[in-house]
Nanobody, 123 residues
Framework: QVQLVESGGGLVQAGGSLRLSCAAS????????MGWFRQAPGKEREIVTA????????YYADSVKGRFTISRDNAKNTVYLQMNSLKPEDTAVYYC????????????????WGQGTQVTVSS
């Protein structure tokens, strides 16, 4: 089992920044892909970004490229999401998740999920 706890969400004006953190405990997390997802009201959960365990290989959704940065600190079992130049359309509940296989770009491949943290961007 892996327990994931997100923090850092909140209310920010458009153009502002937030940094989300996801602390992992339990099963070793350094050998899993860590992803950030978001779900806005009435929409499906979507992948925002993910980082592989080896080589820091990353993926970013087109909508966040150049604005968001994912990073991980394996010594602290923590993954971060730096969000800059936030837009109202970034408003959603953000979740971190862990995946131990190879389907790291698929939402339903992730085995463990945090409880989510709300990010609200006002215009």
């Amino acid at each position: 089992q892996v327990q994931l706890v997100e923090s850092g969400g909140g209310l920010v004006q458009a153009g502002g920044s937030l940094r989300l953190s996801c602390a992992a405990s339990g099963r070793t997390s350094s050998w899993c892909t860590m992803g950030w997802f978001r779900q806005a009201p009435g929409k499906e959960r979507e992948i925002v970004t993910a980082i592989r365990p080896i080589g820091d290989i990353t993926y970013y959704a087109d909508s966040v490229k150049g604005r968001f940065t994912i990073s991980r600190d394996n010594a602290k079992n923590t993954v971060y999401l730096q969000m800059n130049s936030l837009k109202p359309e970034d408003t959603a509940v953000y979740y971190c998740a862990a995946e131990y296989g190879t389907r790291w770009l698929e939402v339903d491949a992730y085995d463990y999920w945090g409880q989510g943290t709300q990010v609200t961007v006002s215009s």
